[in-house]
């Protein structure tokens, strides 16, 4: 079976030899960079998960991210960030990059695995239901090649819109869109369409897959996301 490897980028040395040392012992494969742009220099794709630094030098923790996520070889990297600045805009700047996590320091080396481990494993799933083609959380259903939902084994009849905005939300949840993501990724190069339209196929989309409606939350000002 192959090591699962882990790129750690923070500015603190110290800081990346004790998780270095501590994450090895869990039996990952651990490199270190000391700045975003040393990490750039290496082969970011052959990774499997990132820690993040947010506050560093030049190149930011969040701006490394925006240019990973760019990058079709490293869009899908999963990305813990690591900060001293747990503001909740600084939380949801994290997540609207596409982040699978935000920790907050100081904290424990037992929670930073515990974590590590939970967004390798939503990693794992994510990657099984691109391939099977099923998303699934708890009784909700979403077979993306059959294009049916169903909760507790019961088919929702669901519009493309519906189908298409509850797919991006369970394929990213935790993740925070903004409605103009949300018009990109959904209708994409369609004209004329105003946020209100996003806010009712939100609303409909909510009833329609009761009880898991109050999964899709609304982050004011901010956009929506389906919380696991």
Known sequence: METTRILVVD???DLCEILKFNLETEGYEVDTAFSAEEALKKELERYDLLLLDVMMGEISGFKMARMLR???KTADIPIIFL??????NDMLTGFNLGADDYISKPFSIRQLVARVKAVL????ERNLAKETGKLEYKTLSLDTKRIKASVDGKEIPLTKKEFEILKLLLENIGNVFTREEILSRVWKDEVYVLDRTIDVN???LRKKITPYGKNIVTRLGFGYCFEG
Not at 83 to 88: F, G, H, M, R, S
Not at 121 to 124: C, G, V
């Open 11 to 13: 500015d603190e040395e």
């Open 83 to 88: 900060t001293a600045k747990d503001t909740e």
């Open 202 to 204: 939100i609303t409909r």
């Open 70 to 72: 760019k990058e079709e």
């Open 121 to 124: 494993r939503r990693t794992s």
